[in-house]
């Protein structure tokens, strides 16, 4: 054996001894298979990762492996076959030693995998070098998995715990436990999950994010490798291609609808951002040959109903699409009906799962735009624009507003400065129109993502010239700052000389860490060495509030 080999053997030897004798002094494996019935072990995935002198041992492959492309090639390497036939067969004879004593304890779960990646010579060699199941376990989890499904799911009434759904969604859709899926059941149980918990949003949410999660993962290491090589571009983004004379027959199709099923999820629930996702598995089903993947791409996703989706009439002509998330609306009557059954057709679909981060595209005469610099001269902006033309429509856009307002939204025709929440138009004309939607304009900064959105620098520019500065209009311009950015200019520092308005934007700091009253400060002082100054020359109750002011920014506590 040479030198390098022996070395190389024993540097990952160590390595695994590591992994084992970590997980070894856990204190809690017994205890986190209390929590739930849906787990037998803890682990199943063991990665060798060999790169002379920084091998690492884990329980997921990190897949980052183009970093060894930009260091020096040392002048010794293993070769490839020397890790195949001399070294592996040593890792696997240790791990299967190390594994023999564990598999019936809370460590390991019902299988166990161990991989390799190893830094050769010839570039990075991936070996499979061990797949262990346990029959035992896998039974008594398949036998756990019938029995929630039918207690929990099929007769049960009250909604269940998030950890379950995050086990039973990666369960239900493993090869080793189901190795024919059944698409229809599975969707079945999906679905079952979330009706059980539509009660309560933020559990639906999470029970959501665990099934797409689930899904996702079979999409991208289960199905598609079937039929694609798979690479990383520059970016590390996955790119696919299609395998030569791939073929799927009538039983193959099956899991299109599963793939769909995902497309359909991430689009109408995850964040912008996410969407590029659930788009490509739609293109990837329709390049596979699904006819439905074709017609949600015309026509939408089909969860909504024909009448939900079009409407023609004399008036106007609305058409959505889920799936790419237009809204495409033909004004025929310039008139305050047309725009109010617009309206109910947008506000109608984001009540019902429409996509938030949606477009308008605007076929009318009418081109208002609101009074606000830095606005996006979108379609989106000018049906909003024209439809605030008609008062009596004002409760209709607020309810729209408050239908679309959802933070991590964006209008899909705006980014960069210009990105805008959706509900922005409508709560900017509102706001600046009447001071009855002041409580409208708080509630929509509440939800404002101020790393990615700006406008409300420009809007609170807008409200301050509309309103001023009063009693009144302070705590809605305290939500405004709050959620400004740190560019937003305004010229409002002498109506705090003014000890009653002084005394209200007091008020309203009360509470607020140090960082967010300083945040909130800067726009009208400037920095706090310029507002200590004011303080020094100040007297009386206006000389005590600064000093108020600027302890809080300093200490958090107004």
């Known amino acids: 054996m ?65 970093d060894d492309d930009a260091r020096p090639r040392t002048p010794a390497r293993l070769d490839d076959a020397q890790v195949r036939e001399l070294i592996a067969p040593q890792l696997t004879t240790l791990v299967q030693a190390r594994l023999a004593p564990l598999v019936n304890t809370a460590m390991i779960d019902y299988r166990f995998t161990f991989r390799g990646k190893f830094q050769t010579a010839q570039g990075k060699l991936h070996l499979s070098l061990l797949e262990y199941v346990n029959e035992d376990k896998r039974q008594l989890l398949l036998e756990r998995i019938h029995a929630y499904v039918d207690q929990q799911l099929t007769q049960g009434t009250q909604p269940t715990q998030a950890l379950e759904s995050f086990f039973l969604a990666r369960h239900l859709l493993d090869r080793q436990l189901f190795p024919q899926l059944d698409v229809a059941w599975t969707i079945a149980q999906f679905e079952r999950i979330l009706a059980l918990n539509k009660a309560t949003p933020d559990a639906l949410a999470e029970h959501r994010h665990h099934i797409l999660r689930a899904i996702t993962q079979w999409v991208e290491n289960d199905f598609l490798p079937q039929y694609y090589d798979r690479a990383q571009s520059a970016y590390r983004a996955t790119e696919y291609a299609l395998k030569a004379a791939v073929a799927l027959d009538a039983q193959a199709m099956q899991p299109l609808d599963l793939l769909l099923y995902g497309a359909v999820m991430i689009l109408r629930h995850e964040p912008s951002y996410a969407k590029a996702r659930g788009l490509k598995f739609l293109e990837i089903a329709r390049e596979l040959g699904s006819e439905r993947a074709v017609r949600m791409l015309h026509e939408g996703s089909g969860t909504f109903s024909e009448g939900e989706i079009h409407v023609k009439n004399a008036l106007l002509e609305c058409r959505a699409n889920d799936v790419f998330a237009t809204l495409t609306i033909s004004i025929a009557q310039e008139e305050e009906a047309a725009y109010g059954q617009a309206l109910a057709f947008i506000t109608h679909l984001l009540a019902n799962g429409f996509p938030k981060s949606y477009q308008i595209k605007l076929k009318s005469r009418a081109k208002a735009y609101l009074p606000i610099k830095g606005l996006a001269k979108s379609d989106t902006h000018r049906f909003f624009a024209n439809a605030l033309a008609w008062p009596a429509l004002q409760p209709q856009l607020e309810a729209y507003a408050r239908a679309a307002i959802a933070e991590y939204e964006f209008y899909a025709d705006t980014e960069g400065e210009k990105n805008c929440m959706p509900g922005s138009y409508a709560t900017f004309g509102l706001g600046l129109l009447d001071a009855r939607y002041f409580p409208l304009i708080q509630d929509y900064m509440a939800q404002v993502d101020d790393e990615h959105q700006s406008v409300q620098d420009q809007f609170t520019a807008a409200f301050v010239e509309r309103y001023g500065v009063t009693t009144q209009s302070i705590p809605t311009l305290v939500a405004c700052l709050r959620h400004c950015t740190d560019n937003v200019k305004l010229k409002i520092q002498a109506e705090f000389d003014d000890v009653e308005k002084l005394a209200c934007l007091h008020q309203q700091l009360q509470g607020l860490e140090g960082y967010l009253v300083e945040h909130m400060l800067y726009p009208i002082w400037g920095k ?31």
């Open 2 to 66: 040479s030198t390098l080999q022996e070395q190389a053997t024993e540097e990952m030897t160590q390595a695994i001894h590591a992994w084992f004798d970590e997980r070894l002094q856990r204190t809690d494996l017994n205890s986190s298979l209390d929590r739930t019935t849906m787990q037998v072990g803890i682990f199943n995935d063991f990665l060798l990762d060999y790169k002379p002198g920084r091998t690492t041992a884990d329980d997921i492959d990190l897949g980052y492996d183009n």
């Open 528 to 558: 706090l060495e310029k507002m200590a100054a004011l303080a020094r020359k100040a007297d009386g109750r206006r000389k005590e509030l600064l000093i108020a002011l600027l302890a809080a920014a300093s200490k958090g506590d107004a």
